[in-house]
Nanobody
Framework: QVQLVESGGGLVQAGGSLRLSCSAS??????MGWYRQAPGKLRELVAT???????NYADSVKGRFTISRDNAKNTVYLQMDSLKPEDTAVYYC????????????WGQGTQVTVSS
């Protein structure tokens, strides 16, 4: 049974920092990453990282967020610096398995609230 568990969300003032963690179990994942969904908006990509370390960031977070991964622990992290109120959202961990078949897994989400 694949499980993804996020932690590290919370309330922070604008300009502050948070570090999100997602611990996955039950499979080997080619790509892991973070998506977010604010009230009234669609879920959007924040950042992804492959097992080889290739990263992809949304333009809105480049230079402020850093994604990293510990393959041995099946854990992905998102270091969020210089947070803005527009970053307020539920952040979801995502993991993609390619073999034996393509499956997309999601965590339960963790709330990030940035006050001005």
């Amino acid at each position: 049974q694949v499980q993804l568990v996020e932690s590290g969300g919370g309330l922070v003032q604008a300009g502050g920092s948070l570090r999100l963690s997602c611990s996955a179990s039950g499979s080997i994942f080619n790509t892991m990453g973070w998506y977010r969904q604010a009230p009234g908006k669609l879920r959007e990509l924040v950042a992804t990282i492959t097992r080889g370390g290739s990263t992809n960031y949304a333009d809105s977070v480049k230079g402020r967020f850093t994604i990293s991964r510990d393959n041995a622990k099946n854990t992905v992290y998102l270091q969020m610096d210089s947070l803005k109120p527009e970053d307020t959202a539920v952040y979801y961990c995502n993991a993609k398995r390619l073999v034996p078949n393509l499956v997309n897994y999601w965590g339960q989400g963790t709330q990030v609230t940035v006050s001005s």
